[in-house]
């Protein structure tokens, strides 16, 4: 089975149908997302309604979560509350009711999906140490392969005789006896300092990965905000790619 995988949408509508139209000519069976679909961008409604349009699974971020009340939005940097507290105003409450059934963990084909980490998801702890990532590892199988998102940066580490092993390259055939993590990178808010929209295609069946970059219309995203009046800060990262 092909599988598309996509994380950290933060309602970048322009960013999503992008990455979507790409998914599209990729003879992908089925869209899995590890979370974040709301907070921080402009469409927060159309990126919902995109979602379960297109039947995509999807796990609970951390902005999700706050949105529905089940994380505190104290755990938030100011810029962060506000464009939860905008993006609050613009769903209903269906639309939240649905953010909230969102799972922390999703199991799907034989792969786990989570937001943050597999070691207390619904604490949305950051894999951007050796220490988490090998915590993390250590929680899974010798042959699984896991997907997370979060902190917008991609990354692909093998573990092997407990330790870490990190692949640089973007496409990579997994060996059948060794686990790996991968992280999606963010769709809508990329922290890499490279502004293109990330996501990850995963062949079930040979193993096959591949981490893929998509242009999008920018400018309209980064105009929407603006209207929106969403903070600046939020809106010129977008450009920077971090
Ligand atoms: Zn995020």
Same mark, same amino acid.
């Given at each position: 089975?092909?599988? !598309?995988?996509?994380?950290?949408?933060?309602?970048?509508?322009?960013?999503?149908?992008?990455?979507?139209?790409?998914?599209?000519?990729?003879?992908?069976?089925?869209?899995?997302?590890?979370?974040?679909?709301?907070?921080?961008?402009?469409?927060?409604? @159309?990126?919902?309604?995109?979602?379960?349009?297109?039947?995509?699974?999807?796990? +609970? /971020?951390?902005?999700?979560?706050?949105?529905?009340? #089940?994380?505190?939005?104290?755990?938030?940097?100011?810029?962060?509350?506000?464009?939860?507290?905008?993006?609050?105003?613009?769903?209903?409450?269906? @639309?939240?009711?649905? $953010?909230?059934? $969102?799972? &922390?963990?999703?199991?799907?084909? +034989?792969? %786990?999906?989570?937001?943050?980490?597999?070691?207390?998801?619904?604490?949305?702890? &950051? $894999?951007?140490?050796?220490?988490?990532?090998?915590?993390?590892?250590?929680?899974? /199988?010798?042959?699984?392969?896991?997907?997370? +998102?979060?902190?917008?940066?991609?990354?692909? &580490?093998?573990?092997?005789?407990?330790?870490?092993?990190?692949?640089?390259?973007?496409?990579?055939?997994?060996?059948?006896?060794? !686990?790996?993590?991968?992280?999606?990178?963010?769709?809508?808010?990329? %922290?890499?300092?490279? %502004?293109?929209?990330?996501?990850?295609?995963?062949?079930?069946?040979? %193993?096959?990965?591949?981490?893929?970059?998509?242009?999008?219309? *920018?400018? $309209?995203?980064?105009?929407?905000? #603006?209207?929106?009046?969403?903070?600046?800060?939020?809106?010129?990262? *977008?450009?920077? +790619?971090?």
């Amino acid at each position: 089975m092909q599988l !598309a995988i996509i994380s950290d949408v933060h309602a970048n509508l322009a960013a999503f149908e992008a990455v979507l139209k790409d998914i599209d000519q990729s003879n992908v069976d089925k869209i899995i997302c590890c979370g974040d679909l709301v907070g921080y961008g402009p469409d927060p409604k @159309e990126v919902i309604a995109l979602v379960r349009e297109r039947g995509i699974l999807c796990s +609970g /971020g951390n902005h999700d979560k706050v949105i529905s009340g #089940e994380f505190p939005i104290a755990s938030m940097n100011p810029m962060a509350a506000s464009a939860i507290e905008w993006t609050k105003e613009q769903l209903s409450n269906e @639309e939240i009711e649905y $953010l909230k059934s $969102l799972p &922390y963990i999703l199991e799907e084909e +034989g792969l %786990r999906f989570v937001h943050g980490s597999i070691h207390e998801p619904q604490e949305f702890n &950051y $894999l951007n140490n050796y220490a988490h990532i090998a915590r993390d590892f250590e929680l899974m /199988g010798e042959t699984e392969v896991a997907f997370c +998102g979060h902190t917008h940066i991609p990354f692909l &580490y093998m573990y092997r005789a407990e330790q870490l092993f990190k692949i640089e390259d973007r496409k990579a055939k997994l060996a059948d006896k060794h !686990a790996y993590m991968v992280n999606v990178g963010s769709v809508g808010q990329p %922290r890499d300092r490279d %502004r293109r929209a990330s996501y990850v295609l995963y062949n079930t069946v040979s %193993r096959e990965l591949q981490f893929k970059r998509i242009e999008y219309d *920018l400018e $309209l995203t980064m105009a929407k905000m #603006e209207k929106a009046g969403l903070p600046a800060l939020l809106i010129s990262r *977008l450009g920077a +790619g971090w």
